[in-house]
């Protein structure tokens, strides 16, 4: 079954530090690669995805992530943080061909220090 | 913001009593999701329906069962609520179409078993 794992489960940054949260996937065929973003008191909304293509996506509020297929990661990345990024990130991968289930994972909570 | 309605968004209930959410949505999406997300745990699916009286459980899908009569409506029903049940529940849908996979998620459904 495929799964997700995401190594940070806490991280705290101040502002205009650069970012990255790790996200790595277990399933060896295709996949569609996410990262959602849930701020305090709300929903989860997509921050961005990657289907096919460049491997390199970029998403809203400067947010990037990379797909590397040898090392099945799709790290997030965003080069300087703003108090408003305080959130919690997760990684989701649905396996095309196999079934329509996005399975995410743990979530990483990310702290910005004003 | 996708048209998804969840209901009750709170509730409180005590140990053994039946409890149902609904999540409605203005869509038409074809594929409709349960999630409880918990500290430490991330989202996990519950179930999840792929058309009207189609549907396909999750990672946790024991003490849980789901109904989607109409396309708009999907049901989650705990036959007997138990602590462990205790959670935020959040519906998602999605076009699902050549596995795009991006969900819509609802506001959620704030459950608290006594």
């Known amino acids: ?114 | 913001d996708a048209g998804i309605t969840q209901s009750p968004r709170h509730k409180v209930t005590e140990t053994g009593t039946p409890v149902t959410l609904r999540c409605h949505q203005t869509e038409n999406h074809r594929y409709m999701y349960w999630y409880r997300q918990d500290p430490g745990h991330g989202l996990r699916l519950i179930h999840y329906s792929y058309g009207v009286k189609d549907t396909d459980k999750g990672e946790v899908s024991d003490g849980y069962s789901v109904s989607r009569s109409k396309t708009e409506d999907f049901l989650l029903t705990l036959e007997s609520a138990t602590s462990s049940q205790t959670s935020v529940y959040f519906c998602a849908i999605s076009e699902a179409t050549s596995y795009t996979g991006e969900l819509f998620f609802g506001e959620g459904s704030r459950l608290t078993v006594l």
């Not at chain 1, 961005?48 to 790290?75: Q, R």
Request: glycine letters at 8%; one cysteine or more; charged letters at 20%.
């Open chain 1, 1 to 114: 079954a495929q799964s997700v794992s995401q190594h940070n489960h806490h991280v705290i940054l101040s502002e205009a530090a650069s970012l990255e949260l790790g996200c790595n996937y277990s399933y060896g065929g295709t996949v569609n690669l996410f990262w959602y973003v849930q701020y305090p008191g709300q929903h989860l909304q997509l921050l961005l995805k990657y289907f096919s293509g460049d491997p390199l996506v970029k998403g809203i509020k400067g947010f990037e992530a990379e797909f590397i297929k040898s090392k099945f990661s799709f790290n997030l990345r965003k080069p300087s943080v703003q108090w408003s990024d305080t959130a919690e990130y997760f990684c989701a991968v649905n396996a095309m061909n196999r079934d329509d289930k996005i399975i995410f994972g743990k979530g990483t909570r990310l702290h910005i220090l004003p």
